[in-house]
């Protein structure tokens, strides 16, 4: 191939100036750009006098930062001596607090839960507040008195006179009137006739002890004045419910109602249980067990 016949356009020639000349201008600004980063280096050198204060001010720094962290940790120790006296946990102040060997996060708690939670009558009280040191309360357990607390306790019967009330019949009796015994209010009336619709009835005043929020106090009150007639209960009658319906009962679990369903349907008894006992042989209920239902249900 002769590269002597090789010819190139106008257009082509100057292309080929053009990029000749773009990178000899690339070289000479890199040249350019590193004389001058270089002379800029070299030309400044920093004396002693420029360290030293530059040091000075790194220093200043550091005490700033250390001094600000000590004014405004919440959880920094306070280096006041230690002492065990008497204190009344309802009344001592911070000071005192930390002087007992209380970190000062704690003191705010503790100020913070007498402020919204009301007295300490027991250094349990004081070690349920929360990030409290308890083995620091436990310590100091034999210093403590609450001369402060006054528990009231009312007495129910300085309140409410035998005179002012008088026996009713408790299966038959409205809120309203059980809303007028002592220590029962509307709510509380309205709990009693909830848990007698569930049962069917009361068979014993014993029963209103298993009514959640009504304490055995108030009940021992009211027993004077109560009276049941075991003809009001409604009873279940076994051979014509199924099993949601028996198991609505409190006292009839999924499983004894099915166990019932299912006695009932075998091929002896054939839809009917003729003998509430036979319930007894089954292994699901007990003597017990059987003797509290057995008011409730029926087969007639």
């Not at 007495?155 to 009330?165: E, L, M, R, T, V």
């Not at 029963?207 to 004077?224: A, G």
């Not at 419910?241 to 499983?255: C, F, N, R, T």
């Not at 002896?268 to 008011?295: A, T």
Request: hydrophobic share 35%; glycine share 4%.
């Amino acid at each position: 191939m002769n590269l002597n016949k090789i010819k190139y356009s106008r257009g082509q020639q100057i292309t080929f100036v053009v990029l000749a000349c773009f990178i000899v201008g690339c070289f000479a600004v890199n040249w350019s750009f590193q004389k001058f980063y270089s002379n800029n280096e070299n030309s400044f050198i920093p004396d002693s006098t420029i360290i030293i204060e530059i040091k000075n001010f790194e220093n200043r720094l550091d005490s700033i930062e250390w001094q600000r962290q000590r004014e405004f940790s919440p959880r920094r120790p306070m280096d006041l001596p230690h002492e065990k006296f008497e204190f009344d946990p309802n009344t001592i102040d911070s000071i005192h607090i930390i002087k007992l060997g209380f970190q000062p996060y704690m003191a705010h708690n503790w100020l913070q839960y007498r402020r919204h939670k009301g007295k300490i009558y027991s250094h349990k009280k004081l070690r349920a507040i929360y990030g409290i040191d308890t083995l620091l309360v436990d310590s100091l357990k034999e210093f403590m008195f609450f001369h402060s607390v006054k528990p009231t306790i009312k007495d129910s019967s300085a309140i409410y006179k035998p005179k002012d009330f008088f026996t009713f019949e408790i299966n038959s009796a409205d809120t309203e009137l059980l809303s007028k015994l002592p220590g029962i209010g509307k709510n509380r009336a309205a709990m009693i006739v909830a848990h007698r619709r569930n049962l069917g009835g009361f068979y014993s005043v014993e029963q209103l002890r298993e009514i959640e929020n009504l304490p055995d106090s108030i009940i021992d009150k009211i027993i004077p004045y109560i009276s049941i007639e075991h003809d009001s209960i409604q009873k279940i009658n076994i051979n014509q419910s199924g099993i949601k319906h028996l198991h609505k009962h409190p006292y009839i679990s999924y499983y004894q109602a099915k166990a019932i369903y299912n006695l009932r349907w075998d091929k002896k008894h054939n839809g009917r249980i003729e003998d509430l006992d036979e319930l007894l042989k089954l292994k699901i209920f007990d003597k017990e067990s059987f003797e509290k239902i057995k008011i409730y249900i029926e087969t007639n």
